[in-house]
């Protein structure tokens, strides 16, 4: 579901996806910038997967980690990255 057009009503429950449509591109830049997901080297739909997961895994673990040691900024693997 695009935006509105010049002109027209706003369609309905727009209200309810604006903040989930920015939710949504937020965990996607997540996924492409800190996760790779863009390079992820599989050779098989299986293959990508389980490397998609991963890297799912991975950054779940660091949000849940950050989170319980207090740090100011859960969603970050800058400290992970080596």
Do not use: C
Request: proline letters at 7%; charged letters at 25%; hydrophobic letters at 35%.
């Amino acid at each position: 579901m695009g935006p509105t057009r010049k002109g027209e009503p706003e369609r309905p429950g727009a209200e309810l996806f604006k903040p989930l449509r920015q939710v949504i591109e937020s965990v996607n830049e997540t996924f492409k910038g800190q996760l790779d997901l863009e390079q992820h080297h599989g050779r098989t739909p299986a293959g990508v997967v389980a490397r998609i997961m991963q890297r799912v895994l991975t950054l779940t673990t660091a949000i849940w980690h950050n989170d319980q040691s207090g740090q100011p900024v859960l969603r970050s693997l800058t400290a992970y990255d080596h």
